[in-house]
């Protein structure tokens, strides 16, 4: 799916700025009043989560839709276009209306979907746009969840991941125009011809609107100075590079692949244009080594969340360019988008920094053992009909398919991440990964795949791995197990390691390995939750990964703290942030300063 973009024969107008809002019942009807024009009374910024712009806990803890509203102009200049609205993310489901005719529906809180309204509307009108956005998880839903209705009535959100459960319009919504004929997708796939890696591979695939003769479409390859390196025509082809810059980690090169619909009596009348920036590279996974452009490759970093004070998930470019600046201050090279596919400009501007990502779908919380682990109740299975079922499984089939539509043409994503912490040592997990795996690798043969593993699930219990090309293990010896002992957990998380080196001799990415602590608690001994133990237990898992072949990256669980929904054993949100929430540094990023800077 092509993000927005202007170019000689589109337009883009942002729709982002102050929106009215309202809230739906305490239901999961939409109210079709709604779409009525809104009273201004509460107004929302767009992009942002709603729930902590307010003071009000109804809103905060609403269960349910809620309205945003504004008033539009097509632009005049428009007549005889086709024009769409576009929705980055509504989390986790969105309806749009035009002036209260329905127009579209979406389920998928992490991901864009677009209608075209041409129809609805003339070039120089003035519409109401109205997007309704719900943000209740079922057990059909990616994430899961559940809403339980409590004694008093009230309904509660319940789900089964750790971070809050933030929603509403967290990114940009756009109004933009094509031409009548179109480039509806182009598919990017890049690799290296030889292995000395001077000649560079650039296959390509055009979606029209309409089927066009080859000569009609026209594709050239521009390098970083603007000169053309490679042409051809048609709807498919490869490009050949000799001498090619390759997109390195922390050295981007970026071509930008420009494609053409020509008009049929003249070449130089273009109906349509449209550029993606490419970065020729190649991935592969060669026994126990990642190898980039032929090179092995230690993954370093965090898994991150999208979060940040007041807009929860909005996105922020000023949060993230600050936070690619501090990932690259500590040597970082990687970054996991745990737990949901982020906002787009994120991947653009990985691409264009060299930074690489591991893409992870927004299947989070595909476990129930966790949640009664910790209120110590026996666990119900995971996947039953009642539960993780073959609902969910689709829903998480489309998860998949958006994502990777959406993510293919980005240089940065190496590896898809299917999955976090699913149970996967039960019985039903074959049957339900065996066709994920499978569509995954349909809809993008060019990229290895994995899942993170959970603690729960270790070699001798989990049942799933031989699916996949890189094993990621979560894992917290030293916090959630032996926790204040390092002695204990250096050991045990060794023996854990080299345990599966020995079954399966493929790469292993620790995905996740932390501790808690309070910005400002500082200890001698090894106290948890001081900076010091925090600083301690990475250190200790450093001498670890540092001692097992097969691990070839490790990614801090987490950049930085990060909201969760009320719980006991959270403090005001997950402390295991390298920085805090509002970036400051705490003890531990000396720590990964210090490793990272030196070469990988
Ligand atoms: C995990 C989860 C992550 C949690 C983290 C924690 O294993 O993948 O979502 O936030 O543990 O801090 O408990």
């Known amino acids: 799916m092509l ?28 109210d079709i009043a709604c779409t009525q024009p809104l009273s201004p009374e509460l107004q929302v910024p767009v992009p942002a989560s709603y729930n902590d712009i307010f003071v009000d806990p109804k809103i905060r803890d609403h269960v349910g839709w809620v309205y945003y509203q504004r008033a539009v102009r097509v632009p005049r200049g428009w007549h005889g276009e086709k024009y769409f609205i576009r929705v980055d993310a509504a989390t986790h489901h969105g309806r749009v209306f035009v002036n209260s005719n329905f127009v579209t529906e979406h389920s998928g809180g992490y991901t864009p979907f677009e209608a075209d309204i041409t129809h609805l509307v003339a070039a120089g009108e003035e519409f109401c746009l109205t997007i309704a956005v719900s943000n209740v998880l079922t057990m059909d839903t990616i994430p899961p969840g559940r809403v339980e209705t409590l004694a008093n009535g009230k309904r509660k959100q319940q789900y089964q991941h750790d971070f809050y459960n933030y ?3 967290a990114r940009s919504v756009w109004l933009y125009c094509v031409p009548q004929v179109y480039i509806r997708d182009v598919t990017v796939v890049t690799d290296l011809a030889d292995t000395s890696g001077t000649t560079g591979i650039v296959e390509y695939q055009v979606i029209t609107s309409e089927t066009l003769p080859h000569a009609r479409i026209r594709v050239s390859l521009f390098d970083e100075e603007g000169h053309i390196v490679a042409q051809s025509s ?30 049929d009596d003249s070449c130089d009348k273009v109906l349509d244009i449209y550029t993606i920036p490419t970065g020729i590279r190649s991935i592969k996974v060669s026994g126990m080594q990642f190898l980039l452009n032929g090179t092995p490759f230690y993954f370093t970093g965090f898994g991150k969340h999208e979060d940040s004070a007041i807009r929860g998930k909005g996105y922020d470019p000023a949060y993230m360019v600050h936070d690619f600046q501090l990932m690259k201050w500590l040597g970082a090279n990687s970054f996991r988008t745990s737990h949901y596919p982020y906002a787009e400009e994120v991947l653009e501007y990985a691409d264009r920094h060299g930074i690489v990502v591991i893409d992870e779908t927004a299947a989070v919380g595909l476990n129930l053992a966790i949640v009664a682990g910790i209120h110590g109740t026996k666990a119900p299975p995971t996947f039953s009909p009642e539960t993780i079922n073959d609902k969910t499984q689709d829903a998480h089939k489309q998860a998949l398919k958006e994502l990777i ?12 991440m299917i999955a976090n912490e699913p149970a996967s040592g039960e019985e039903g997990a074959i049957k339900y990964f065996e066709p994920l795996v499978k ?3 349909e809809l993008d043969p060019s990229r290895p795949i994995c899942f993170a593993n959970m603690a729960f699930n270790p070699v001798n219990r989990d049942l799933i791995s031989d699916m996949f090309d890189v094993l990621c293990l979560n894992r917290y010896f030293g916090w959630y197990k032996h926790t204040g002992d390092l002695d204990m957990a250096e050991e045990a998380l060794h023996d854990e390691l080299s345990g599966w080196q020995r079954k399966f001799d493929k790469p292993i990415i620790i995905t996740e390995y932390g501790a808690d602590s309070l910005a400002g608690l500082h200890a001698v001994m090894d106290v948890p939750w001081s900076e010091e133990y925090q600083s301690r237990m990475l250190e200790m898992c450093h001498r670890v990964h540092d001692r097992v072949e097969a691990v070839i990256g490790e990614h801090v669980w ?26 400051k540094p705490k003890a531990a990023a000396r720590v990964l300063r210090e490793r990272w800077n030196k070469a990988y």
């Open 3 to 30: 993000k927005p973009q202007p170019t000689a024969t589109r337009e883009l107008v942002s729709l982002d700025g102050i929106w009215n809002f309202a809230l739906g019942s305490h239901d999961d009807k939409i």
């Open 439 to 441: 569509l995954t690798r």
């Open 234 to 263: 048609g709807p498919q082809n490869r490009l050949q590079v000799e001498s090619a810059h390759l997109w390195q980690p922390g050295a981007a090169y970026l071509y930008q692949l420009q494609i053409e619909l020509l008009h």
């Open 558 to 583: 987490n950049f930085a703290d990060f909201q969760t929904t009320s719980q006991i054993f959270r403090v005001d949100g997950n402390k295991k942030g390298v920085f805090t929430r509002d970036r």
């Open 405 to 416: 539509a959406r993510d293919k043409n980005h240089p940065c994503v190496v590896l898809w």
């Open 167 to 169: 929603a509403g319009l």
